[in-house]
């Protein structure tokens, strides 16, 4: 029977513990009613390692298993980035309500470019490279939003509550950190476990890092990381960023 390296297993245990410590903490602050698709990926991304624990790694079930509860985890990736729009831009409903329209849109868009370039290739892909490169497609779409949103809580000074900012900058780093385990795949194998460990260290630190800083009270203190403008120009910043928003409110009712 496989088994992982003594390192891996070790890190696998300290992600899981991280998700179950996560878990219980986000339940008992009661803000599973808050990121309820994050909270969910959260119980999910735990039940797919408790099964690749139970599962051995050399059977046909753990593949349709993987692919089954991967597919379930894309699907809530991409319902977290709507999500995040949506508590980002909660007083700025018209241009979170256009952020999804193109989030849609793009991923349309990209996957069934991907789809049509897999066309021209001479030996078709196996179902586990078919979802690896849909999966990629996604990924690295949902991977532009991400930062998108992280430069416009970056430059804009949005008065947000605590919680909203600790989750979406630490969702960016957490974000970019699968996202670059999954385009690991694609390299030698002489970089992917190094580097694989590091990314599951770093996931691993997030996790931890949410389970120390949301709490129920940082829903209620409001913080700004935008960029520390004079209050003149911050003034105008806002103004014209409500104009915008007011501008698309309209457009959409039409």
């Given at each position: 029977?496989?088994?992982?390296?003594?390192?891996?297993?070790l890190?696998?245990v300290?992600?899981?513990?991280?998700?179950?410590g996560l878990?219980?903490?986000?339940?008992?602050?009661?803000?599973?009613q808050?990121?309820?698709?994050?909270?969910a990926?959260?119980?999910?991304a735990l039940l797919?390692?408790?099964?690749g624990?139970l599962i051995?790694?050399?059977?046909?079930?753990?593949?349709?298993?993987w692919?089954?509860t991967?597919g379930?985890?894309?699907?809530?990736?991409?319902l977290i980035v709507?999500?995040l729009?949506?508590?980002?831009?909660r007083?700025?409903t018209g241009?979170?309500?256009?952020?999804?329209?193109?989030?849609?849109?793009?991923l349309a868009?990209?996957i069934?470019?991907?789809?049509?370039?897999?066309?021209?290739e001479?030996s078709?892909?196996?179902?586990?490279?078919?979802f690896?490169i849909?999966?990629r497609?996604?990924v690295?779409s949902?991977?532009i939003?991400?930062?998108?949103?992280?430069?416009?809580?970056v430059?804009?000074?949005?008065p947000?509550n605590r919680?909203?900012i600790?989750?979406?900058?630490g969702y960016?780093?957490?974000?970019?950190?699968?996202?670059a385990?999954?385009?690991?795949?694609?390299?030698g194998h002489?970089w992917?476990?190094?580097l694989?460990?590091?990314?599951?260290?770093v996931?691993?630190?997030?996790?931890?890092?949410?389970m120390?800083?949301l709490?129920?009270?940082?829903?209620a203190?409001s913080?700004v990381i935008?960029?520390?403008?004079h209050p003149?120009d911050?003034?105008?910043?806002?103004?014209?960023?409500?104009?915008?928003?007011?501008?698309l409110?309209?457009a959409a009712?039409?």
């Amino acid at each position: 029977m496989f088994r992982l390296p003594l390192d891996q297993q070790l890190l696998l245990v300290l992600q899981t513990a991280a998700l179950v410590g996560l878990c219980v903490h986000i339940w008992r602050a009661k803000l599973q009613q808050t990121y309820v698709y994050f909270f969910a990926y959260l119980l999910l991304a735990l039940l797919q390692t408790l099964l690749g624990v139970l599962i051995p790694y050399d059977q046909p079930t753990y593949v349709y298993m993987w692919l089954g509860t991967e597919g379930l985890i894309v699907c809530f990736y991409v319902l977290i980035v709507l999500e995040l729009y949506s508590i980002v831009l909660r007083h700025l409903t018209g241009l979170a309500s256009v952020s999804r329209r193109y989030i849609r849109i793009t991923l349309a868009t990209a996957i069934l470019i991907s789809l049509v370039l897999l066309s021209f290739e001479k030996s078709p892909p196996s179902v586990t490279g078919l979802f690896l490169i849909v999966e990629r497609t996604i990924v690295g779409s949902l991977l532009i939003f991400v930062l998108f949103i992280t430069m416009f809580l970056v430059y804009y000074p949005v008065p947000l509550n605590r919680n909203v900012i600790v989750y979406s900058v630490g969702y960016a780093v957490y974000y970019l950190t699968k996202a670059a385990a999954l385009f690991l795949r694609n390299i030698g194998h002489r970089w992917y476990r190094p580097l694989g460990d590091l990314l599951i260290v770093v996931s691993t630190s997030c996790l931890v890092f949410w389970m120390f800083t949301l709490n129920r009270s940082g829903e209620a203190k409001s913080m700004v990381i935008g960029h520390k403008w004079h209050p003149e120009d911050e003034e105008r910043l806002l103004s014209q960023l409500k104009e915008i928003n007011a501008s698309l409110s309209r457009a959409a009712r039409k």
